[in-house]
């Protein structure tokens, strides 16, 4: 088992940056693909990014292509969102999750395929 608890929401002008931070505990974090979904009001959970156990495999939703990039510190323990050019769509509820996989460069988009998640964080983009 795994606990996620993702750090570095806010408030930021359309334009800007933030940072997002998902520090994982519990099982060793390399046997764990890992993504970052949001979720804005009245709308469904959707992924905005997702890497392989090894990070060397990644992917993107079309929205946030060139904009967004996921990574991932095995060492240390965490996953990384930077995210640029924010616009208010991009508004929501941030979340990690964990997915365990034996395979070192499987990418999973779907929420059915992670079993482990954070508890979220507000990201909010005013125009």
């Known amino acids: 088992q795994v606990q996620l608890v993702e750090s570095g929401g806010g408030l930021v002008q359309a334009g800007g940056s933030l940072r997002l931070s998902c520090t994982a505990s519990?099982?060793?974090?390399?046997?764990?693909?890992m993504a970052w979904f949001r979720q804005a009001p009245g709308k469904e959970r959707e992924n905005v990014a997702a890497i392989s156990r090894s990070g060397g495999f990644t992917s993107y939703a079309d929205s946030v292509k060139g904009r967004f990039t996921i990574s991932r510190d095995n060492v240390k323990g965490t996953l990384y969102l930077q995210m640029d050019s924010l616009t208010p769509e991009d508004t929501g509820v941030y979340y990690c999750?964990?997915?365990?996989?034996?395979?070192?460069?499987?990418?999973?988009?779907?929420?059915?395929?992670?079993?482990?998640w954070g508890q979220g964080t507000q990201v909010t983009v005013s125009s």
């Open positions: 999750a964990a997915g365990a996989t034996p395979q070192t460069q499987a990418v999973r988009t779907a929420t059915g395929r992670y079993d482990y």
């Open positions: 519990g099982r060793t974090f390399s046997i764990y693909a």
